[in-house]
DNA sequence: AAAGTATTTAGACATTTGTCTAAATATCTA
DNA sequence: TAGATATTTAGACAAATGTCTAAATACTTT
């Protein structure tokens, strides 16, 4: 979970992800809605899909990029769990 | 919301917080758990009140943390929308 | 008041991170 | 096959981060 954790710590990298949310796009598509270079763009898209937040798949000349939400389940339960009161520091029941 | 990524993105911080989910805890005990230095942990516990995960009260010479869940509603908000395929691009239906 | 305990603050330092430019790789098109 | 386009890789560099030790602050106990 570390590497996602690490990923979202980073604005860019969170506003990445709310595009991908919308739709699916191209490295170049995203990079053009950042006033930063498209390799430091290309850096966080790295980071991205080393944690598995993200997909992609190489069209042609394109690089299409597409949310994994599934990590984010994890994450979720993570959160949701240190909410819980009820089982501290006891297992789940199933 | 970023203070609140960063303090997550660093694994002892998240330790932290999943001690201080079982009980709450002073400084002291809290860095007993650890091998870094105290003024460490002080660091960490620090950047976790300003994002507001942890409150702290001072009790004579002890100062005791506990969890501020609530900060995480967001968050996980923020996450569910993300797995939210349907209303992409729109405003939630209230 | 002095000594001990709990915690933080200050400042230094090495590592990590985010950014850049230049160059490399891969694909498409004329 | 050249030239244009899309993207990444490489390497440099400044800023941010996590750690440390030493010192300061605050409270308690003798």
Redesign the interface.
């Known amino acids: 979970m570390?590497l996602l954790?690490?990923a979202?710590?980073d604005?860019t990298r969170?506003q990445i992800?709310?595009l991908l949310?919308?739709?699916d796009m191209t490295a170049g598509e995203i990079a053009d809605y950042f006033s930063i270079s498209k390799p430091s763009i290309s850096h966080h898209l790295d980071l991205l899909k080393q944690a598995n937040v993200v997909l992609s798949i190489k069209e042609g000349q394109f690089i299409t990029y597409s949310?994994n939400?599934t990590v984010?389940d994890e994450?979720?339960k993570w959160?949701?769990?240190?909410?819980d009161k009820q089982s501290?520091?006891t297992k789940p029941r199933k």
């Open positions: 570390n954790f690490k979202l710590g604005p969170r992800i709310e949310r919308k739709k949310l939400t984010f994450m979720v959160m949701l769990d240190l909410t501290k520091k």
